[in-house]
């Protein structure tokens, strides 16, 4: 590709004749190096060099890894991000950049090697919380900066009685973050994941462009930014699909011995749901105490005693839970409902248990378990995670391999397992996923205060388990360090996302920190 020479001999030339002595060290006067149109448009006030700065945009959620930027732009607006991003694109020196929604990435996807990381949280301080809500049918939808967290843009629309349908299980995190991945929760069976969601997106490019987009316009753009890995563009707003609100929740949980049963029961519930069935299906594993109380805490002492005795006889209960939602009008039957729907299925006779939450209170349930963590001490440690999605084809074959042997003794954090329908994803969007009908989200949820090479190994082994079982699974949250790594996972959709990347980001400066693209000098650690 000339341009790539071309550009690749341009660096090196002004690698080799810039007085300034290293472009890749720590040293080097990197503010004074600022392009000039930074400097002019005053942007330069707004980046940040010190050691304060770059060192929070060092980490993410993981702790896994620390990679420096060399500064931190806290922008203002939208125009802020388009102009750093356009005097890279046009210097002759080009760096990376990394958007930072909530850093709750796991393996350094959120940082910049010697590049710029845009601290997105501040483009929510010059004004208003950026969320307004349109609340005339039939289309109602939110218009959301790409900064916010789900917690607040739910809060903000129940304002008006109404709520995005496709969750995350957890609400810190950021519009722009997960709409980069997909956004998945017991409601994606349903609603698809939230990338399924959005109507339209106004997207910084790799050139610098602000390019509103949709289905309609600039559509090559929209499916390439959802679940793009932040590889196309910086989201900086998202106008979101809301439903009318349910006030309360009535929670099942449902307690199994024997793992066909368990994923029959959980398949049964997620098809043919015409809107009638539960609102939202997740499963777990039960293996020991600490998974009845860590994040999650809805067992009364009477129940645990009951579950206790049954895990004296069972190394493994598996768990469902599922949720119907109601309001003040269908209050009065939604009880009959749920047993309705409760009829025929195969749990343990007298372990399905019911309860009643608020709709909040359920949507925000992981956020009492990350107080319960951060009180103890365990949240801001090694997260080695895994999430990983298994065709239904080869779900038992997995129970048998994984939760009955590698990961028979690790109890390590919570392990979800729960099914999701294909089509309600749209195969053009970016997200990877397996080919089949229905496939599980499988999570290992796992930390470590000290140690944590002993639980990247079982990730290892579970991913060669599945290359040897031929187990055509699909990492989610992907993290590979080889280009054969990608194209693997990318699959037939491997010289699209290539193509996309030459039309968006030609100069690869976005994200680098995903490491699909490592041809260029910035895009290098
Ligand atoms: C405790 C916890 C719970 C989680 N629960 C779920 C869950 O239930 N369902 C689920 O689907 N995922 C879940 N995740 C994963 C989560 O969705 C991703 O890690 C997501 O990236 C987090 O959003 P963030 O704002 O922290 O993203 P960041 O870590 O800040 O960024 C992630 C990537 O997206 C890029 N990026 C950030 N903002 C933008 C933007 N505005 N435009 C373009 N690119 C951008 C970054 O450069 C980076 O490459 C969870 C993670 C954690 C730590
Ligand atoms: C960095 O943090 C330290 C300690 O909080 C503080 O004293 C110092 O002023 C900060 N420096 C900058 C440049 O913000
Ligand atoms: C919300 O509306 C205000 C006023 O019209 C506008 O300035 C702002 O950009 C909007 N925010 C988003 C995220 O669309
Ligand atoms: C934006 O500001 C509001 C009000 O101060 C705050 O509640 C909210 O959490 C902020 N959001 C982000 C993403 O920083
Ligand atoms: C129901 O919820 C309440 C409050 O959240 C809790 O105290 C109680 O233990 C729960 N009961 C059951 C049967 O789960
Ligand atoms: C039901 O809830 C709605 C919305 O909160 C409220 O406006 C209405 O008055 C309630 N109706 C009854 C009968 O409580
Ligand atoms: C798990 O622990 C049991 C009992 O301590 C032991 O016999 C078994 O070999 C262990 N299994 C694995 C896979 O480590």
New binding site residues.
Partial sequence: MPRRCSLTFFFLATFVISPLTSVVGQQRPWSTMLPQELVELDLAARLRFDKNATTMASTDFGHLTQVLPAAVLYPSSVQDISTLVKSSFSSYLPFSIAARGQAHSLKGQVMAHNGVVIHMGSLNQTQEIRINVSSSPPNFYADVGGEQIWIDVLSATLRHGLSPPSWTDYLYLSVGGTLSNAGISGQTFLHGPQISNVYELDVVTGKGKIVTCSKQHNSKLFYAVLGGLGQFGIITRARIALHPAPQKVKWAHLLYKDFSAFTRDQEHLISSNNGEGFDYVEGSLIRDESDLDDWRSFFSEKDKEKIRSLLATNHLIYHIEATKYYDNVTAPTVDKKVDSLLKGLSFIPGFALKNDSSYVGFLNRVHDGELKLRRKGLWEVHHPWMNIFVPKSRISDFNEGVFK??E??STTGPVFVYPMNQNKWDERMSAVIPEEDVFYNVLFLRAAKNDWEYLEDQNKKILSFCVKAGIKAKEYLPHYTTKKGWKDHFGPKWSKFVERKKSFDPKGLLSPGQKIFTSMPWQRK
């Fill in positions: 042997k590698i028979r003794n």
